[in-house]
């Protein structure tokens, strides 16, 4: 069974970093669209930062570009998310997220979904 585990979440100061990572074990995550996204309380599910599995292109959501850095280590089959400057308004539950079918960052396109890492961004 296709299995993604995610680390690193935690408390944090504005301003502050974090760098979340996630583990595949049964599959390969080169083979995948990967996705990083996040769920906010009384939000909707929203698309951070996604990986092609065509092209190896990388997508970010306005909210995060220049701020967060989407990386991956096909060696150990892990990706990670640097969150550098972050914000009150970056708290939310991360997820990651593997894709066979589609390279769109879109919560519904992504079948494969880890249990999630709280990110609490507070003084």
């Known amino acids: 069974q296709v299995q993604l585990v995610e680390s690193g979440g935690g408390l944090v100061q504005p301003g502050g970093s974090l760098r979340l990572s996630c583990a595949a074990s049964?599959?390969?995550?080169?083979?995948?669209?990967i996705g990083w996204f996040r769920q906010a309380p009384g939000k909707e599910r929203e698309g951070v930062s996604c990986?092609?599995?065509?092209?190896?292109?990388?997508f970010y959501a306005d909210s995060v570009k220049g701020r967060f850095t989407f990386s991956r280590d096909n060696a150990n089959n892990r990706v990670y998310l640097q969150m550098n400057s972050l914000k009150p308004e970056d708290t939310a539950v991360y997820y990651c997220?593997?894709?066979?079918?589609?390279?769109?960052?879109?919560?519904?396109?992504?079948?494969?979904w880890g249990q999630g890492t709280q990110v609490t961004v507070s003084s």
């Open positions: 997220a593997a894709s066979k079918r589609s390279n769109i960052c879109v919560s519904i396109a992504y079948e494969y």
């Open positions: 049964r599959f390969t995550l080169d083979n995948y669209a």
């Open positions: 990986i092609s599995s065509s092209d190896g292109s990388t």
